[in-house]
């Protein structure tokens, strides 16, 4: 049998040790690290080479074997040869000796074995070289092997790996062969289902880019996973699955145990987010508290080859079942785990977010992911948040007061930061806003002497008061610093005032198509961005791959006739217009809520507004439900729960955009019918108009792309909670005077052709009355 093993993945699964450090030393911005190692490389010789390439095949035990990797450096000194492996990090270099990682000298010796074999050594020079990337200062640990002892070593580990890898040989051949005859598990196909799995597929063996429009009730999730698993053939391939909600990832999930119920043999994993995967509940990692980050890698290597040989989807529990076996931290563990995985639901950050993403599958042509990006309407907003942030002024002074009498010279630092800082008392308009499409130098590198000395300081420091106050600070601080980094033309920098003495600063991100389109470009093997809500089409195609991809409409499989679609385009919901036309708003909820007992929602563009309205209402033998801000989990199920009570009456009173318009599903009677008032614009400001100006100069579209489509597109998600299944039956009414203008008539869905507008409120009432009375039209 042929094997092909990576010299890095050998030593890694088989010699890795030590503990989950704090999240700073652990992950490291991978930026940091390249920059550490290409300030060592930079100072090699002319006779010496970086990132040597390394290839040997030979025969062994029945198998052909091809061992490969790249050495960091293959240097000469005074006439001889030092193989080098360069490994940055954030830990104190005092602390580090030999047993700090026994992966990374396997490594060297796994390199050096190679290296001397092809050459013909008897002896191998080799450095283990650590380099700090706050200050590029090394320690060195320098040795010669015979190659003797190094092909003891190698041929041992090769036994051992081969053990492993004949598992995953043989999971991977069960799968591909299990791929070729698994069938379709409906005997039916829903309308424009086999459109979207065709196209699916057919974007997956190009490696290309589509675009569906795909409505509620097609069965997307089950289409695009069928299809891209059919087009993978080779066992490299992965598919990623992206959603933001965890409805979403139980939905994909649900339908891989569908098709492995119909004989498919894949292991596929769900990669919660680390607050909720934690099972310490620990704000920040420190393996001298968490016996979950202490000793880790020590244990991984059992804990990921139980797993692997007694389950084969592993979503959040049976990940958590197995690392409380283990005593490994979950989420870690998962991320691990996700390596050997032909299936990853994770969400959007895994895979686009520069800070974030699973690095491995992205920057290693070995791998060749799939991506299919669920309720990808998101990704706009979410990747513009991957390549912003923004910290408070008052934090560097927070800082100093709690870790200065540790390191007196941060103090320097901070007063320059300081010092710069004031300039913006002068700079910042009447609206106390500043911003620059230009970075400040000056203050960005006062950060960044911050963030370095208040690393060293928390890692000199382990049991420093306030520590995790001191993180979170950090960490901000940490975020700001490497974002700049991506700092170009879709940028500004910002400072806004708060009041004398305090500022906002940030880095502001209008448009993150250049870095979406890179990764899909140059690290992917196919991607398709899915959606009911891709309108327009071309403000997604522009802002996630500048224009690029083919794109596919498929028309709703509901009855049109099961969706009463009502317009009221003779009211102003404008923030000018709102105290004249609040009986209004309240008379239309009112015909609606009054007209059949049943679930209704009011979605409004602010709470303010909801406030205004509220006192207004007359409403009959209804439980009046009132979001509010920053609600959690518990408190939004709990609105939820009061829903699926359908012997009593309620009316929701919710925020547009907000967790009740997208994402959650009130099929059958939990929902008779909404009321949207407005358009859904982002709130007219300074920050939105600068993006605006962006828009306008790049696409000669500013506030459309700037205010119109995003908002838009909260009004057809939030319209779209009505009609869950081919059973549902509701009404929409859409409240603005702004309906009767041509944009927003062209942005409206196929599906939305039957719409009426309605201004009069006895008219309103008598055609929801007509519609709840008259059962005939219900196709089921």
Same mark, same amino acid.
């Given at each position: 049998?042929?094997?092909?093993?990576?010299?890095?993945?050998?030593?890694?699964?088989?010699?890795?040790?030590?503990?989950?450090?704090?999240?700073?030393?652990?992950?490291?911005?991978?930026?940091?690290?390249?920059?550490?190692?290409?300030?060592?490389?930079?100072?090699?010789?002319?006779?010496?080479?970086?990132?040597?390439?390394?290839?040997?095949?030979?025969?062994?035990? +029945?198998?052909?074997?091809?061992?490969?990797?790249?050495?960091?450096?293959?240097?000469?000194?005074?006439?001889?040869?030092?193989?080098?492996?360069?490994?940055?990090?954030?830990?104190?270099?005092?602390?580090?000796?030999?047993?700090?990682?026994?992966?990374?000298?396997?490594?060297?010796?796994?390199?050096?074995?190679?290296?001397?074999?092809?050459?013909?050594? !008897?002896?191998?020079?080799?450095?283990?070289?650590?380099?700090?990337?706050?200050?590029?200062?090394?320690?060195?640990?320098?040795?010669?092997?015979?190659?003797?002892?190094?092909?003891?070593?190698?041929? *041992?580990?090769?036994?051992?790996?081969?053990?492993?890898?004949?598992?995953?040989?043989?999971?991977?051949?069960?799968?591909?062969?299990?791929?070729?005859?698994?069938?379709?598990?409906?005997?039916?196909?829903?309308?424009?289902?086999?459109?979207?799995?065709?196209?699916?597929?057919?974007?997956?063996?190009?490696?290309?880019?589509?675009?569906?429009?795909?409505?509620?009730?097609?069965?997307?999730?089950?289409?695009?996973?069928?299809?891209?698993?059919? $087009? /993978?053939?080779?066992?490299?391939?992965?598919?990623?699955?992206?959603?933001?909600?965890?409805?979403?990832?139980?939905?994909?999930?649900?339908?891989?145990?569908?098709? #492995?119920?119909?004989?498919?043999?894949?292991?596929?994993?769900?990669?919660? $987010? &680390?607050?909720?995967?934690?099972? $310490?509940? /620990?704000?920040?990692?420190?393996?001298?508290?968490?016996?979950?980050?202490?000793?880790?890698?020590?244990?991984?290597?059992?804990?990921?080859?139980?797993?692997?040989?007694?389950?084969?989807?592993?979503?959040?529990?049976?990940?958590?079942?197995?690392?409380?076996?283990?005593? @490994?931290?979950?989420?870690?563990?998962?991320?691990?785990?996700?390596?050997?995985?032909?299936?990853?639901?994770?969400?959007?950050?895994?895979?686009?977010?520069?800070?974030?993403?699973?690095?491995?599958?992205?920057?290693?042509?070995?791998?060749?992911?799939?991506?299919?990006?669920?309720?990808?309407?998101?990704?706009?907003?979410?990747?513009?948040?991957?390549?912003?942030?923004?910290?408070?002024?008052?934090?560097?002074?927070?800082?100093?007061?709690?870790?200065?009498?540790?390191?007196?010279?941060?103090?320097?630092?901070?007063?320059?930061?300081?010092?710069?800082?004031?300039?913006?008392?002068?700079?910042?308009?009447?609206?106390?806003?500043? %911003?620059?499409?230009?970075?400040?130098?000056?203050?960005?590198?006062?950060?960044?002497?911050?963030?370095?000395?208040?690393?060293?300081?928390?890692?000199?420091?382990?049991?420093?008061?306030?520590?995790?106050?001191?993180?979170?600070?950090?960490?901000?601080? &940490?975020?700001?610093?490497?974002?700049?980094?991506?700092?170009?033309?879709?940028?500004?920098?910002?400072?806004?005032?708060?009041?004398?003495?305090?500022? #906002?600063?940030?880095?502001?991100?209008?448009?993150?198509?250049?870095?979406?389109?890179?990764?899909?470009?140059?690290?992917?093997?196919?991607?398709?961005?899915?959606?009911?809500?891709?309108?327009?089409?071309?403000?997604?195609?522009?802002?996630?791959?500048?224009?690029?991809?083919?794109?596919?409409?498929?028309?709703?499989?509901?009855?049109?006739?099961?969706?009463?679609?009502?317009?009221?385009?003779?009211?102003?919901?404008?923030?000018?217009?709102?105290?004249?036309?609040?009986?209004?708003?309240?008379?239309?909820?009112?015909?609606?809520?009054?007209?059949?007992?049943?679930?209704? @929602?009011?979605?409004?563009? !602010?709470?303010?507004?909801?406030?205004?309205?509220?006192?207004?209402?007359?409403?009959?033998?209804?439980?009046?439900?009132?979001? *509010?801000?920053?609600?959690?989990?518990?408190?939004?199920?709990?609105?939820?729960?009061?829903?699926? +009570?359908?012997?009593?009456?309620?009316?929701?009173?919710?925020?547009?955009?907000?967790?009740?318009?997208?994402?959650?599903?009130?099929?059958?009677?939990?929902?008779?019918?909404?009321? @949207?008032?407005?358009?859904?614009?982002? /709130?007219? +400001?300074?920050?939105?108009?600068? @993006?605006?100006?962006?828009?306008?100069?790049? %696409?000669?579209?500013?506030?459309?792309?700037?205010?119109? %489509?995003?908002?838009?597109?909260?009004?057809?998600?939030?319209?779209?909670?009505?009609?869950?299944?081919?059973?549902?039956?509701?009404?929409?009414?859409?409240?603005?005077?702004?309906?009767?203008? #041509?944009? %927003?008539?062209?942005?409206?869905?196929?599906?939305?052709?039957?719409?009426?507008?309605?201004?009069?409120?006895?008219?309103?009432?008598?055609?929801?009355?007509?519609?709840?009375?008259?059962? $005939?039209?219900?196709?089921?």
């Amino acid at each position: 049998m042929k094997r092909t093993y990576a010299v890095k993945e050998i030593a890694t699964f088989l010699y890795s040790t030590g503990d989950l450090t704090n999240e700073f030393f652990q992950n490291h911005s991978q930026i940091d690290g390249k920059k550490a190692h290409l300030h060592l490389q930079r100072l090699y010789n002319d006779d010496s080479q970086k990132e040597y390439y390394i290839k040997y095949t030979f025969n062994y035990k +029945n198998d052909e074997i091809t061992v490969h990797g790249f050495i960091d450096g293959v240097l000469k000194e005074n006439g001889n040869t030092i193989l080098e492996e360069i490994k940055s990090t954030r830990e104190e270099l005092k602390k580090i000796d030999l047993d700090y990682h026994q992966e990374h000298l396997s490594q060297l010796k796994l390199y050096a074995y190679l290296y001397g074999l092809i050459n013909n050594m !008897s002896i191998v020079p080799v450095r283990l070289t650590y380099i700090s990337v706050d200050d590029y200062k090394t320690k060195k640990f320098n040795f010669i092997l015979t190659i003797d002892e190094l092909k003891d070593f190698f041929y *041992k580990s090769i036994d051992d790996y081969t053990r492993w890898h004949q598992t995953l040989s043989e999971a991977s051949t069960v799968k591909l062969d299990t791929l070729k005859d698994i069938t379709f598990p409906f005997a039916n196909k829903r309308q424009g289902q086999s459109e979207l799995m065709k196209a699916t597929y057919l974007t997956m063996k190009a490696n290309s880019i589509l675009y569906a429009i795909a409505p509620t009730g097609i069965g997307k999730t089950m289409a695009t996973i069928f299809s891209t698993l059919k $087009s /993978m053939t080779k066992p490299n391939e992965k598919l990623f699955y992206l959603t933001a909600k965890t409805i979403g990832r139980e939905v994909a999930i649900d339908s891989f145990r569908m098709l #492995q119920n119909e004989g498919l043999k894949l292991h596929a994993i769900v990669i919660s $987010s &680390k607050a909720k995967s934690c099972a $310490s509940k /620990m704000q920040h990692c420190d393996p001298e508290k968490c016996s979950f980050a202490k000793g880790y890698f020590s244990r991984l290597r059992q804990a990921i080859e139980d797993i692997y040989t007694n389950e084969i989807l592993y979503n959040q529990e049976t990940i958590m079942k197995y690392a409380l076996k283990y005593n @490994i931290c979950p989420f870690e563990y998962s991320l691990d785990l996700s390596y050997f995985c032909d299936a990853i639901i994770c969400d959007y950050n895994y895979v686009f977010d520069p800070k974030a993403h699973l690095i491995r599958y992205f920057e290693d042509t070995e791998y060749q992911p799939k991506i299919l990006c669920d309720e990808s309407h998101n990704l706009v907003e979410r990747s513009k948040d991957m390549y912003s942030a923004e910290f408070d002024s008052l934090l560097p002074l927070r800082i100093e007061e709690k870790i200065s009498s540790y390191d007196k010279t941060i103090t320097k630092n901070i007063r320059h930061f300081y010092d710069e800082l004031k300039k913006y008392d002068d700079l910042v308009n009447k609206d106390l806003f500043y %911003y620059s499409h230009l970075l400040d130098d000056l203050m960005l590198s006062s950060l960044k002497q911050i963030v370095q000395k208040a690393e060293l300081v928390l890692a000199d420091n382990k049991e420093i008061k306030d520590r995790d106050e001191i993180l979170t600070d950090y960490f901000l601080l &940490k975020d700001f610093v490497d974002t700049a980094e991506f700092f170009g033309q879709s940028h500004m920098f910002v400072v806004k005032k708060i009041e004398d003495n305090h500022f #906002q600063i940030e880095i502001k991100c209008a448009d993150a198509s250049d870095f979406i389109y890179d990764t899909v470009k140059n690290k992917t093997k196919g991607i398709v961005f899915f959606s009911a809500t891709l309108f327009p089409l071309k403000y997604y195609m522009d802002l996630l791959t500048k224009g690029n991809g083919k794109y596919i409409n498929l028309p709703s499989p509901f009855p049109q006739a099961n969706l009463d679609l009502i317009i009221k385009d003779d009211v102003s919901t404008r923030y000018k217009d709102r105290e004249a036309t609040i009986l209004d708003i309240a008379h239309v909820i009112e015909g609606l809520v009054n007209s059949k007992k049943g679930n209704y @929602i009011a979605f409004f563009p !602010s709470y303010k507004y909801i406030e205004m309205v509220l006192s207004h209402l007359d409403i009959e033998d209804s439980e009046v439900i009132i979001q *509010k801000s920053n609600m959690d989990d518990s408190e939004r199920d709990r609105i939820f729960n009061k829903f699926k +009570n359908t012997k009593k009456a309620h009316l929701g009173l919710f925020v547009l955009g907000g967790s009740f318009s997208e994402g959650v599903d009130f099929q059958g009677d939990l929902l008779n019918g909404v009321v @949207i008032v407005g358009v859904g614009l982002p /709130m007219v +400001n300074i920050e939105n108009n600068i @993006i605006k100006e962006y828009f306008e100069e790049k %696409y000669g579209a500013g506030f459309d792309y700037a205010y119109t %489509y995003p908002g838009f597109n909260k009004v057809v998600q939030a319209a779209g909670r009505v009609i869950r299944s081919e059973y549902d039956r509701g009404v929409v009414i859409l409240v603005d005077e702004r309906y009767k203008y #041509q944009i %927003y008539k062209s942005l409206m869905p196929d599906f939305w052709s039957h719409k009426i507008t309605l201004n009069s409120i006895g008219m309103i009432k008598n055609n929801i009355k007509s519609f709840f009375d008259d059962d $005939s039209d219900i196709i089921m």
